[in-house]
């Protein structure tokens, strides 16, 4: 095994891939879970591939990790760690090993066992209410280089430390940048002074305390990793999380429709899975020039742009959600490598059973082909399935 490995109430509902109504509104926002009157559905589904969907089921007596994401309400101060933790990306396909980076929130998240959701704490504040944040990096060094931050678990490609003619920054540290908002440049997710490993011979600390003011209008913002050079391979391993601000007006939106219980919060991804579905592979995803022989690197190619196959929504493939016929405030949060716009188009045509809302993104080849050139990656067509009735 190399490094790459080793260091890494309402029945309405269909509950594909565990997810039920209650967690999906609960996994961001802590969103009302009112029972909601008679009336036609709506559905709401995501579209991908079929390898990365449920197979399976948890053995039995094994208790099912919640997929529920933490949800911080209004905190003044908070410590988040970051950490390397196992994570069912399937619901029922249980790791044996270390698969994910994630940020974990002290004293809400489970210090301990497989989680069911890699999505960071969703943090819910109020406009003017400041909060002070302090991360704390708990990944150690590399076992083969001991000056460099390890890989994330996720099948990385081959480092040679060159992007394109560009010489890249060995991975030393991790940054957090909350994206979006308004704060002092300490408090920015600086790349350059980035919260390092223990014993680190650089002099980085181990964590960082960042003062939000939260002195902007309300918002849905997101925090994610700022390594320099690093971000997509981060990102893809699990350091994200959703920051919504509220205010005056974000009230009045959702006194209209009926309060937070009528509110969507949609992180939505793009992945690819091993074939066991317990980890996620990074390489599979990106481009590789097959004229050149460093096998197994990006370096060749400059930058690399990673494209999955399966669309995952707040942590999990392609989950329904059965919606009443009502007023529904969905917010889309697009946490993909490349994919820089999502498809929703509804499909009404059985009026009797209501409406089904696609969430889809654009066609990729399929990984049994060759690996396309970086010129020829950007993806032309949308790839859908139908939403079932």
Same mark, same amino acid.
């Given at each position: 095994?190399?490094?790459?490995?080793?260091?890494?109430?309402?029945?309405?509902?269909?509950?594909?891939?565990?997810? /039920?109504?209650?967690?999906?509104?609960?996994?961001?926002?802590?969103?009302?879970?009112?029972?909601?009157?008679?009336?036609? @559905?709506?559905?709401?589904?995501?579209?991908?591939?079929?390898?990365?969907?449920?197979?399976?089921?948890?053995?039995?007596?094994?208790?099912?990790?919640?997929?529920?994401?933490?949800?911080?309400?209004?905190?003044?101060?908070?410590?988040?760690?970051?950490?390397?933790?196992?994570?069912?990306?399937?619901?029922?396909?249980?790791?044996?090993?270390?698969?994910?980076?994630? %940020?974990?929130?002290? =004293?809400?998240? +489970?210090?301990?066992? !497989?989680?069911?959701?890699?999505?960071?704490?969703?943090?819910?504040?109020?406009?003017?209410?400041?909060?002070?944040? /302090?991360?704390?990096?708990?990944?150690? @060094?590399?076992?083969?280089?001991?000056? $460099? *931050? @390890?890989?994330?678990?996720?099948?990385?490609?081959?480092?040679?430390?060159?992007?394109?003619?560009?010489? &890249?920054?060995?991975?030393?540290?991790?940054?957090?940048?909350?994206?979006?908002? $308004?704060?002092?440049?300490?408090?920015?997710?600086?790349?350059?002074?980035?919260?390092?490993?223990?014993?680190?011979?650089?002099?980085?600390?181990?964590?960082?305390?960042?003062? %939000?003011?939260?002195?902007?209008?309300? &918002?849905?913002?997101? %925090?994610?990793?700022?390594?320099?050079?690093?971000?997509?391979?981060?990102?893809?391993?699990?350091?994200?999380?959703?920051?919504?601000?509220?205010?005056?007006?974000?009230?009045?939106?959702?006194?209209?429709?009926?309060?937070?219980?009528?509110?969507? *919060?949609?992180?939505?991804?793009?992945?690819?899975?091993? @074939?066991?579905? &317990?980890?996620?592979? %990074?390489?599979? =995803?990106?481009?590789?020039?097959?004229? #050149?022989?460093?096998?197994?690197?990006?370096?060749?190619?400059?930058?690399?742009?990673?494209?999955?196959?399966?669309?995952? !929504?707040?942590?999990?493939?392609?989950?329904?959600? =059965?919606? #009443?016929?009502? #007023?529904?405030?969905?917010?889309? *949060?697009?946490?993909?490598?490349?994919?820089?716009?999502?498809?929703?188009?509804?499909?009404? $045509?059985?009026?009797?059973?209501?409406?089904?809302?696609?969430?889809?993104?654009?066609?990729?080849?399929?990984?049994? #082909?060759?690996? +396309?050139?970086?010129?020829? &990656?950007?993806?032309?067509? /949308?790839?859908?399935?139908?939403? $079932?009735?």
């Amino acid at each position: 095994m190399d490094e790459r490995e080793s260091e890494g109430a309402d029945r309405r509902v269909v509950q594909r891939g565990g997810l /039920t109504r209650r967690s999906f509104l609960e996994a961001f926002g802590g969103f009302g879970v009112g029972v909601l009157p008679g009336g036609a @559905a709506l559905t709401v589904v995501a579209c991908g591939g079929s390898s990365d969907t449920v197979t399976g089921a948890a053995p039995a007596g094994t208790p099912a990790p919640s997929v529920d994401v933490a949800v911080l309400e209004n905190p003044t101060a908070m410590t988040m760690s970051i950490e390397a933790r196992q994570v069912q990306w399937v619901i029922g396909k249980s790791p044996a090993d270390v698969n994910a980076w994630v %940020y974990t929130a002290s =004293g809400v998240t +489970p210090a301990s066992g !497989v989680l069911g959701n890699a999505l960071g704490p969703f943090f819910n504040v109020r406009r003017d209410t400041p909060c002070t944040v /302090t991360w704390t990096n708990t990944i150690g @060094a590399s076992i083969r280089e001991p000056t $460099r *931050l @390890a890989s994330p678990p996720i099948n990385v490609p081959l480092d040679l430390g060159q992007c394109g003619r560009v010489r &890249t920054q060995s991975p030393v540290g991790l940054a957090v940048h909350l994206h979006g908002a $308004r704060v002092q440049a300490a408090a920015d997710g600086w790349p350059l002074t980035p919260i390092s490993f223990a014993g680190n011979p650089y002099g980085f600390a181990l964590s960082q305390q960042d003062f %939000y003011p939260n002195a902007q209008r309300g &918002t849905l913002l997101w %925090y994610h990793d700022h390594a320099m050079d690093r971000v997509g391979r981060h990102l893809y391993a699990g350091l994200a999380g959703a920051y919504c601000i509220r205010d005056g007006a974000d009230d009045a939106i959702l006194a209209l429709i009926g309060g937070r219980s009528q509110e969507l *919060l949609c992180a939505v991804q793009d992945r690819l899975l091993s @074939a066991d579905e &317990t980890r996620l592979d %990074y390489d599979a =995803g990106i481009p590789h020039d097959p004229s #050149t022989s460093l096998i197994g690197s990006d370096d060749a190619v400059g930058r690399p742009e990673f494209l999955g196959r399966s669309v995952y !929504v707040n942590g999990h493939p392609a989950p329904d959600l =059965g919606l #009443t016929r009502r #007023t529904w405030r969905l917010r889309l *949060l697009n946490v993909s490598s490349v994919v820089t716009s999502w498809s929703i188009s509804p499909d009404c $045509r059985r009026p009797r059973s209501g409406c089904a809302w696609s969430i889809c993104r654009s066609a990729i080849s399929s990984p049994s #082909t060759p690996r +396309p050139s970086r010129r020829s &990656t950007r993806p032309s067509t /949308t790839r859908c399935s139908h939403p $079932r009735a």
